[in-house]
């Protein structure tokens, strides 16, 4: 059964940081690419960040803020969110794909799996 949990979601005043984590079980962890969504309130599912091995994307919102790493001994993926605005609250989600170009990435349709969301809260 294949799993990602996704965790570190929470309530921050509008500045601060968050660090999200993905934990993948019942794939090999390395042989798959991560990327990163969310959902405002009444808004459509948007890309945020991805990373295959090493290469990362992020979409301009949050460019410059937000950080996509991982650590396969772990299998495990973070997404590291600073400066924190009111615009980037929502669900965040992590899903796995594999043999797509980061370009490909931005698009939901090439995740295989999807992770339950953890909830994002940013308070003015």
């Known amino acids: 059964q294949v799993q990602l949990v996704e965790s570190g979601g929470g309530a921050v005043p509008v500045g601060d940081s968050l660090r999200l984590s993905c934990t993948a079980s019942?794939?090999?962890?390395?042989?798959?690419?991560v990327g990163w969504f969310r959902r405002a309130p009444g808004q459509e599912r948007e890309f945020v960040a991805a990373i295959k091995r090493r290469p990362t994307d992020y979409a301009d919102a949050v460019k410059g803020r937000f950080t996509v790493s991982r650590d396969n001994a772990k299998n495990t993926a973070y997404l590291q969110m600073d400066g924190l605005k009111v615009e980037d609250a929502g669900v965040y989600y992590c899903?796995?794909?594999?043999?797509?170009?980061?370009?490909?990435?931005?698009?939901?349709?090439?995740?295989?799996?999807w992770g339950q969301g953890t909830q994002v809260t940013v308070s003015s």
């Open positions: 019942g794939i090999v962890f390395s042989d798959f690419d």
């Open positions: 899903a796995v794909t594999r043999f797509f170009s980061l370009g490909r990435m931005r698009g939901t349709d090439v995740y295989v799996h």
